[in-house]
């Protein structure tokens, strides 16, 4: 099952003095394992454009879409058997200490 993981900041990392895991190493890991289908990291939140349409008129702004401290900084597409295992490669990544985790399944319009 295929499963998007978003990569964000937060404002209450993790306060263990152990080092966090290597980022490289995990891109690695996961790459090699299969589980990681694809991934990057995005630009600085001032890159981000906002569109909407209202009452048929397109709308354009700078800058997220939310008021937030909290930022989504890249993503993952992962490939995983469960959630459970999703899970567990998520909770290696070195933002789910510094920052926080988001998984999403894929959409499985078909049932």
């Known amino acids: ?6 990569v ?20 690695s890991e996961h790459d090699a394992s299969g589980q990681r289908l694809q991934g990057m990291a995005l630009a600085p939140k001032s890159t981000a ?11 354009v702004s700078d800058g997220p879409f939310a008021e937030t401290k909290e930022l989504i900084v890249g993503f993952d597409l992962l490939e995983c058997a469960d959630l459970d ?15 926080r985790i988001e998984i999403r399944p894929q959409a499985d319009w078909d049932r």
């Open 8 to 27: 964000c900041t937060d404002t209450e990392p993790d306060t263990d003095p152990t080092p966090e895991p290597d980022i490289n190493r995990w891109v």
């Open 49 to 59: 454009t906002t569109v909407r349409v209202r009452n048929g008129q397109t709308l």
């Open 1 to 6: 099952m295929k499963y998007l993981m978003f």
């Open 85 to 99: 295992e999703a899970i567990e490669v998520a909770r290696a990544h070195p933002m789910a200490r510094g920052g």
